[in-house]
């Protein structure tokens, strides 16, 4: 099956002295995903130099589905104990790339495909000259939990 068409069962492991998802109270952060598929980066590069808007979204579809899965995989309940808050989008493009917000778009719209309504959210990009590894995007996910989960980790 396409990784492009489902949350991956095996989440990227943090890469530092960090937690992949933290929970404080009725509120979650997710750390930050790259577009990681199947164990390897999908894409590498920089919007609007080697990589075109389709690989963008390519991108940010993968990285989206990794914030599913680590929502997943850490939250009691799993996905249906969540609503997602914010989305903050990190992508790495030559000055005057115009197209971020249909880039971001492709997250945005990963989350409301596979969470409904609790999928919606605020948003925030920010254009940067390059990430961590040649990634092209990285988000960063915050959410809160339904009253009726239990909190407990």
Known sequence: MDPLNRIPAQVPAPLGAYEAVVLRGAAGYVSGQFPIADGRMLHRGRLGDTLDLRAGREAARAAALNVLGQIDKAVPGGLEAIELARVDGYIACVPGFDALPAVLDA??????????????????????????????????????LSPATNHTP
């Open 107 to 144: 997250a945005s719209e990963t989350f409301v495909e596979f969470l409904g309504y609790r999928g919606r959210h605020a948003r925030g990009l920010i254009p940067l000259a390059h990430l961590p590894g040649g990634a092209p995007i990285e988000l960063l996910v915050s959410f809160t």
